[in-house]
């Protein structure tokens, strides 16, 4: 099985949250009259203020909470209903600066070619997380999702792997290939240590303190590496 990250890994993050910032403060200044840097500083003071009473779990990347203490934060009442408008701006125009990663469609292609079981594993609600796969257009290819709304914690907390592993057969565990951008998106050493899985391989940016986790520039590489260790075991 190879288990993806979703968010700055099967896409780059950067463009499409700025995407949806600068439409949301465009929002802030044209409806609200609350201009930037003020109202930009009130979401960055919101979004400190949200996770930290929330701590690790899927709500704690809601935009909609975001909003929401912003206004309050620069001073306006509780308006629900312009919240939900703020939320559905930045997510609509981040989806439309959305692009797949080169390589990243090959990839997945190549894997349903082999039989191999895919996955995601993801940190955020699943109405967010469904429909940045339905923008991308790559669900039919992926076997599972799982998003750490469906879990207590995130995926730090191996939650959401351990829920992943209950809904595969058992000889998908054998060995399993993380991709993601981060450390705890291949927690491969913890996965083999509590019995989760049985084997696997990690791909991150960045450093990794795991013998079985290495670096990757791009899909090409991860993909390389499949079909060298495919013809290995063929
Ligand atoms: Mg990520």
Known sequence: MVVFDLDDTLYEY???DAAGKAALFRFAAEELGVMSPAFEQAYAQARVNVKKRLGPTASSHSRLLYCHEAMELVGLRSEPHVALVMEQEYWRNYMLAMELRPGVGDLLQTLRFNDVVTAIVTDLTAQIQFRKLYHLDIAK???????????????ASLQPFELLASRVAPDALDCVWFVGDQDFDAPVDALVEKGVIRDGFGFVHGATGQER?????????????????AGRAA
């Not at 986790?213 to 993909?223: A, D």
């Open 141 to 155: 290819l992926i076997d599972h999702v799982v998003c750490s709304e469906e879990t207590a914690l995130e995926k």
């Open 14 to 16: 950067a463009p499409c």
């Open 213 to 229: 986790v290495q670096h990757w520039n791009s899909v090409r590489e991860v993909e390389d590496l499949l079909e060298r260790s």
